[in-house]
């Protein structure tokens, strides 16, 4: 069996997944033909630049104020304000100002939500989602297009992300009446982290062998990939491009 290893931090790995879903046949043809909204978050900040680039739209995104909530230490100051809309892109055109709650009635089975989420449980495939919000924010509107009208619904998530116990036990923890803090919302929807895109990238499968570091590596993960010749090769090209991708920024 051929096997590589590689490295790659949080920040790295939003870059692949981009990458990756940027590439996808259903993705490519919803941006075409149908209605693809991105709503803000960290991961999707890469997720909508690469998919405006793929369209020529991407001028006035900036990736860094594509976000809502944040999980960050307080002395973390932004260097501009967020946003506070989502990207909704319908048959190739970026509908500037809108975001999920205005379009989320109108959205159809053939279009495609993208939503980040904040806890992945690789071994069953679920995300979950947190919600700061008393009417429970942006998963609200896409658990109706997604539970009433089967709008597809992409979760990106990295793997820094993974927890141990099943989601539906966390959000049991976490929403009961006696609770503190955010709530955990389960996210119907197809997870789609790093491990998913080295197999659509590059044909290898890919398995987490050590997590963490230090001076910059905190959170990231050594991979270790298996394959053909012509399969490793392809990720270590995948590889060489998105080195030293920076740490995400507000």
Sequence with gaps: ???????????????????ALSAREDIKAALREHTVVIVAG???????????????????FCRGAFYRGLLKPDTAK??????GSDIVIRRGEWIKGQNIFDCAGELKQEDIILKGANAVHLASG????????????????????????RVKLILPVGVEKRVEEPIAQLARLNNGQGAAGCRLCPAPGEVYTEL???????????????????CGYEGGCLFTCTGTKEQLDNCREQMKRIAGTPAFEI
Excluded: W
């Design 1 to 19: 069996m051929n096997t590589i290893q590689f490295f790659l931090t949080p920040a790295a790995g939003k870059q692949l997944i981009a990458d």
């Design 42 to 60: 960290s991961t999707n900040g890469y997720v909508a630049e690469s998919l405006l680039q793929s369209i020529g739209q991407a001028e006035d």
């Design 78 to 83: 932004a260097s501009r304000p967020a946003y």
């Design 126 to 149: 679920e995300a979950g989602v947190l919600a700061g919000n008393p009417t429970s924010g942006t998963i609200g509107p896409i658990y109706s297009a997604v539970m009433g009208r």
């Design 196 to 214: 998913d895109a080295i197999r659509d990238l590059c044909g290898a499968e890919a398995h987490i062998t050590a997590g963490g570091g230090v």
